[in-house]
Every structure is written in C-alpha cells, then in structure tokens.
C-alpha cells in the first residue's frame, strides 16, 4: 500500500520506517528543509537503537522517501498520517498548530478521497477540528472529496521505539466509518497475525486512550516516588515495598520504578494537557494535580539531598553528574531531571562535571558554553576533581562502578543516586555514602 506520513519526528519516522519494512511505498513530509536533506542523505537526526539501519536499508530499497513537498505527500497515498509535534502551550493545553497546519495544506492539494490518520497525542476532540479544517479547505477551493479523520494514537517508548513499533500490545482506530476501518486492518495486517491486537472504537474514546494510558503510567510512578518519601522518612527501604507490592499482579512490576521523578517528552506534557482538557469540561482532576505537583516536587528531590548534605553550602563544590538523557538509550533531553538537578546546582553556585553515553551534544546544544559546565568524555572523567557523584539516568554503563577508585576520587566520597542503582551495602563497604531515594541513607 502507499502511505505518506506527515512529521519525521519521534513517532513519524519510526513509524515511516516500520510500515516501509514490511513492504509499503512510504513518502514521508516535513518542513524542515536541513532534516529532510539529512535523512535523504541518511543521517537519522535522533538517537534510536536500530533505527538508522532500518531507515537506510528501505531508502535503498525505494520504499521509503523524504520530502519537502507537501503536494507530493498529499498526491502520494490516500492513506496520510499526522505525526507533527503537538507541544504544550503555556497553560499546558496541546499547541495544535502544526497538526492544523498539515490539516489545511491537504485540504488545499487533495484531489480524491483521503483518509486522515491521527498519530499524534492530541487532545479529544481534535478530530472534529482537524476535519472541520479540511472541510473549510476544501470549500475555499469550490470542490468536494471524501474525506475521514481516524484517531490511531502510538504508545512507542523513546530507545524502544522500533521494537514498539514493530510489535505494538495493542492497535488503536479510532472510527465511525467501516471503510476507514477495513483500510486500516489492511494496513496493519502484517502486525496482527498472531492474535488480534485491533482495539476498534470510536474517535473521542480513541483520542482519551492515548492520555489515559501515559496519565495511568504517570500515576504509577508518582504514587511510587510519595511512597519512597514516606519510607525515607519512616526508616523502610522502598525498594523492599517494591518488590513486596509488584508481585501481586494486580499491581505489577512495570513502572513502580521511583526515581528523580519521570521526564521526557510525553508524560509532564501529556499529564498538563489531560488537566486542562479536564478543566475546560468543568471537572476538577483531583488525581491528575496531585500526579503532576509530586513529579514537580520529586524533579528537585536529589538537589534538596545535595544541598542538606553541605548544609546548603554548594558554592565552589563541583558535583559529578552521571547522565543527562531523561531515560537510558535516547539523546532526549526534553523535561530531563538531569536539568532541574544543573539549573539548582548552578543556582547554588556549583560546577557541573557531566558525562552521558550518547546526550553531550544535546547538553551542549541546550546550554552553550558556560563555565560550570564541563562535558566530559567518560564516567571516570565526570569524577576527576570532583566533590561528590550524582546519578540521574540508570544508562548500564554506571551499573557496576569500580567503588575503590570513586572512594579514592570523590573528595566528600558520597553518592547520590536518583535512580538506586546499587544495593546501600556495596559503596558503604568501600567506605563511600550514599544517599538514594526512599531508603535509609548511609553518610
Ligand atoms: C512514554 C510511554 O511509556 C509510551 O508508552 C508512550 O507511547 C510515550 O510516552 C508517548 O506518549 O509517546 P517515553 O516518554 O518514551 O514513553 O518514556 P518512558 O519509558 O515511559 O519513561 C518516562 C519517564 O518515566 C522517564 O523519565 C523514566 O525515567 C520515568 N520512569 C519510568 C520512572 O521514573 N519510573 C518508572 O518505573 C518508569
């Protein structure tokens, strides 16, 4: 089948790449001229394991092209998806315009029947407008065609994001109309041979699915970081309640994970956005404030560590800073606690000696050259000279640390670990403190 994909972001090129691999003619859009120049040179312009491979072996193979041209994109496939950007506005409402943007640019090219297919995370309703665009469009031109908007929302997680979508749980689509909906199973047949994982519904259900889900797994981890509070504070190790609750399978393992407090692309935006629509329908969204002011609070919970240790003295310390990446196997530096941790630092007047496997770039493209910033090149380079180690993101690199060369190293020969990566008893035995979240600290 031809498709066309609007977006070479995140969720556009991977899914671009993916519906190439199994054998579809993909035309995929954007209006950033450097990115698609890139890509059609095959610079991939993010850091997705496997991504890169997949994208140049279905460009050599003419599956999978890049273009500028919009009215190329529209002319290409009857099947087109929206995979633009939908950024939070100030008051943390989804930021349309991009998505309103491609809405209007096909209305204004299309000559036959087009089937518009939503990936982007927007709020519910945005279907609705998306086609009330189109429809507008198409009268200014004098002509009519056919035309469906389908909500078919992604849930691929950053340096998983192939895999997802190579082998999603479940396959949204969103839609009244059975033509859409046969079109689609066409589509993704190759996806859903071993059971059925076509969830059908309605576009407005389709649309709160995508939010409900990231709100859910954002609930999860904000419950689990107030818990590690109240167990730092009551002398219990939450690590233990982890374990102890995630084997009830009601419960589960996944993503009871407490930490520096979740970051990233989707979660704080998605999680703003879902209050706002709330709050537009009159409802007052208990759970999701609350879900939303703990993650704000635990963002600064390794600084307050930090700073209680030196007693609110940080001036002229410099902190090793071990990950900047929001999460391990991604250069996505987007509502990164690893930011929230620096800017505090430097508000106290510290350096920074950070080191990231694969986001130096990224912190250098953020904050420029300043100096109580040092990127360096290696773990070991983050710790030379400094005061005390802090990690932020649990990249496998830092899981077995050589304890007797950081004992040796760090001047105050204290850890603080935002993501409890070690068991309290292994740096203490070489003499080092370490402070982690929601258990006993050791100084
Ligand atoms: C998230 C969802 O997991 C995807 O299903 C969804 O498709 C995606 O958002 C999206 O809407 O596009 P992503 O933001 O890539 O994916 O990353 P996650 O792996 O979900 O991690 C989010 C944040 O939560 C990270 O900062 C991570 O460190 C944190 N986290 C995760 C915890 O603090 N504890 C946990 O137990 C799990």
Known sequence: MKVTVFGTGYVGLVQGAVLADIGHQVLCVDVD????????????????????????????????????????????????????????????????????????????????????????TVPVGTADTVAAVMAQGLAERGVQHRF?????????????????????????IGTDNPASEAKLRELYAPFNRNHDKIVVMDVKSAELTKYAANAMLATKISFMNEIANLAERLGADVEAVRRGIGSDPRIGYHFIYP?????????????????????????????????????????????????????????????????????????????????????????????????????????????????????VESPLAAVQGAECLAIVTEWQIFRAPDFELLAQTLSDRVIFDGRNLFDPALPASHGLGYVSIGRPAIE
């Not at 078919?152 to 949204?172: H, S, T, W, Y």
Request: charged share 25%; proline share 6%; aromatic share 6%.
């Open 259 to 375: 930490g520096a407090g979740y970051g990233g692309s989707c979660f704080p935006k998605d999680v703003k956005a879902l209050i706002h629509t709330a709050k537009q329908v009159d409802f007052e969204p208990l759970l999701l404030n609350a879900v939303e002011e703990r993650n704000q609070a635990q963002r600064n919970v390794l600084f307050e560590r930090i700073s209680a240790f030196y007693q609110g003295k940080l001036r002229g310390k410099t902190v090793a800073v071990w990950g900047l990446a929001f999460k391990p196997n991604t250069d996505d530096m987007r509502e990164a606690p690893s930011r929230n941790l620096m800017e505090a630092l430097w508000a106290a007047g510290a350096t920074v000696q950070a080191y990231d496997p694969v986001a130096m770039q990224e912190a250098q493209r953020i904050y420029g050259e300043r100096p109580d910033l040092k990127l």
């Open 148 to 172: 469906d908007v389908v909500s078919n929302p992604e849930f691929l997680k950053e340096g998983a994001a192939v895999a997802d979508c190579q082998r999603p749980d479940r396959i949204i």
């Open 33 to 120: 001229e450097s990115k698609v120049a890139a890509l059609q040179a095959g610079r991939i312009p993010i850091h997705e394991p496997g991504l890169d491979t997949l994208v140049i072996h279905n460009q050599r193979l003419g599956r999978l092209q890049f273009t500028t041209n919009a009215a190329d994109g529209v002319a290409h496939s009857e099947l087109i998806f929206l995979a633009v950007g939908t950024p939070p506005d100030e008051d943390g409402s989804a930021d349309l315009q991009y998505v309103l943007a491609v809405a209007k640019t096909i209305a204004q090219h299309m000559n036959g029947p087009r089937i518009v297919i939503n990936k982007s």
